[in-house]
């Protein structure tokens, strides 16, 4: 079974406005956190947001906030005020027993397109 | 603070042939983890190092294999290459804590891998 599902292969907006790209996850660890990168053709991975599993609040970093849904195991990416730059391709990405400070290692969905509209 | 350096950033291989890739954490990391990029099979984990030992290992053939040097600096080979190796090569550090809130991997810009 996917361990990340990203359901949107591509996804346009108009510039200046809000975009959700949609994430959800399965596990059956209770200790995990999730993390959305954004990939510009250059292939660079930029780090957006991470989200904890026993994060009380929804994380937010600047135009990025994460609508975390912990019952129904999702977590959308949201950016706000578009621009040009924002075309990417958009992952989603999981680390399980993240409190074990053990081993560490991503899954990733497969990702999400965006590209941005003047 | 500089960023993860990866080296070289293209590369052209022919079949059978080895090569080695190389990639330079954000200083003071010490956890350093290969992924492989394609578009088929998008990205999935190759290994990861954490002072100098590989502490976890991704569904990969032992072609592939690595190490983590004394200063986190780490090398990623393969050898006996294949046409399926051809791939963008991430490679991402951290710095593990106990408390993990925020610990997010950091990601270099890759190495292009060509096998003709």
């Known amino acids: 079974a996917q361990k990340i599902t990203q359901t949107q292969p591509g996804m346009f907006v108009q510039e200046k406005e809000a975009v959700t790209l949609d994430c959800t996850y399965d596990t059956s660890d209770p200790s995990y956190g999730l993390f959305w990168y954004k990939q510009p053709s250059s292939g660079e991975m930029i780090f957006l947001i991470y989200q904890g599993s026993y994060d009380q609040q929804n994380a937010t970093e600047g135009r990025y906030s994460l609508n975390f849904q912990k019952a129904r195991k999702s977590a959308n990416l949201v950016i706000s005020a578009s621009q040009l730059g924002d075309s990417a391709m958009y992952f989603c990405a999981m680390r399980e027993g993240i409190s074990s400070g053990s081993a560490r290692q991503l899954t990733f969905g497969s990702g999400t397109q965006l590209t941005v509209l003047p | 603070k500089a960023g993860v350096t990866q080296t070289p950033r293209y590369l052209i291989k022919t079949r059978g042939q080895q090569v080695t890739l190389s990639c330079s954490p954000i200083?003071?990391?010490?956890?350093v983890s290969w992924y492989q990029q394609t578009p088929g099979q998008g990205l999935q984990f190759l290994f990861e190092?954490?002072?100098?030992?590989?502490?976890n290992k991704g569904n990969f053939p032992g072609r592939f294999s690595g190490r983590q040097f004394s200063n986190s600096r780490s090398e990623m080979n393969v050898s006996t290459l294949e046409l399926g190796d051809s791939a963008l090569y991430l490679c991402?550090?951290?710095?593990?804590?106990?408390?993990?809130?925020?610990?997010?991997?950091?990601f270099g810009a890759g190495t292009r891998l060509s096998v003709l």
């Open positions: 200083s003071g990391h010490r956890s």
């Open positions: 991402a550090s951290s710095f593990p804590v106990s408390d993990d809130r925020g610990d997010s991997e950091y």
């Open positions: 190092y954490f002072s100098e030992t590989q502490r």
